[in-house]
């Protein structure tokens, strides 16, 4: 018959004087005082440990600083671990390291883990404005706060005086990244949820503005203007490029030589250049041929087809085209993204087919096979589209001969 250990009490522990070895006293059920020959005591819980059955001990703390009702307590939680198979000691480890982990994990420090995975699933220029919004708007107050005490009204509260700005749109922002940075910390194992969905319902909603553009009938003045402005030729022709093509700006700023297909009247901008991360192709007309033909001697010596001002091996700023514009009177009426607007509803007002437009446009189909579809048979739709656009736009000129016309160059 197992012998019956006798319960452990107060006055019992404080009387226990050392030994010239170290011993112990027992409260049962695995607990244990383990008395040194220097005096100090120390509850311990030995245990046989789950699947391995090997015997273990678990230092439960020091007396008195870990009185006995404190010390029982503990060994009540392990033994009811036990009970369910799970190892106190590895239940032990992993509670520690999540604590740790949780406390070292400063905002900062979890960001710069977190860019390092999705810097490399966007453009470099993506990844600067993102981390931006970090740098500018939540590292300088938040960055060294440990992102398991980020709470939504500590990070709302630091956010609303970017709202009270009318700075909307940074403030949807900063909400959706930071989001998606706890979101990567909770599937991370670094917090154990994230208390920051839905914040932005405290905010303002962001209104949706549309890039500044011009009607179908100003085309003629914006032509005029062009014609005499007082901007680079490089500039004037990007315009014009950008204005032929229909493509974004970014996107036409950094045309380069050897997307260029000539033979076929082809231009080919590769899908990590686009938008949508798809090819994209732009049949090419006589005038945006001509215009080929006049950088040629140009920038024939660079990469670019519009190179930088005082640097070759770099394309022209996506911002250039909409510097020229300022400078020639259209601030706050035109943007270079607003020729893509005037193309769209010229040629629908002109009863073009409405997904060819969009197909010219680069535009997403929500339809995936659709998409498919219109993007391998409608492009020799979009050449006739693209043939009336150009002619278009020289006829807009009033008879002044512009930079691609096909009848001929001159420099304006």
Known sequence: MARKTTPLSDAEIRSAKTKDKLYSLYDGEGLEL?????????????????????????????????????????????????????????????????????????????????FAIKFTKVTPRHAANIKTTFTMHLFPTLGNWPVNELTAPVVIRELKPLEAAGKHETVTRACQRMNELMTWCVNTGIIQHNPLA???????????????????????????????????????????????TMVRPSEAARTRWCEIDIENMLWTIPPERMKQKREHQVPLTEQTLALLDYMRPISSKSEFLFPADRNLGKSACSETANRALRRMGYAGILVSHGLRALASTTLNEQGFDHDVIEAALAHQDKNQVRSAYNRATYIERRRKLMEWWSNHIEEAATGKMIISGKAGLKVV
């Open 34 to 114: 383990r008395i040194s020959a220097a005096g100090n005591k120390s509850w311990l819980f030995r245990y046989v440990r789950p699947h391995v059955k090997k015997s273990n001990y678990i230092k439960i703390g020091s007396y008195p600083e870990t009185s006995l009702a404190q010390a029982r307590k503990a060994r009540a939680e392990y033994r009811e671990l036990i009970a369910k198979e799970i190892d106190p000691q590895k239940w032990l480890d992993a509670k520690n390291d999540r604590i740790r982990n949780e406390i070292s994990s400063t905002l900062a420090e979890v960001a710069e883990q977190w």
């Open 198 to 244: 839905g914040i932005k319902a405290a905010f303002i909603a962001a209104q949706s503005t549309h890039m500044p553009t011009i009607k179908p009938e100003q085309l003629p003045e914006l032509m005029r203007t062009l014609h005499y402005a007082q901007i680079r030729i490089v500039t004037r022709c990007l315009i014009e490029w950008q204005l032929h």
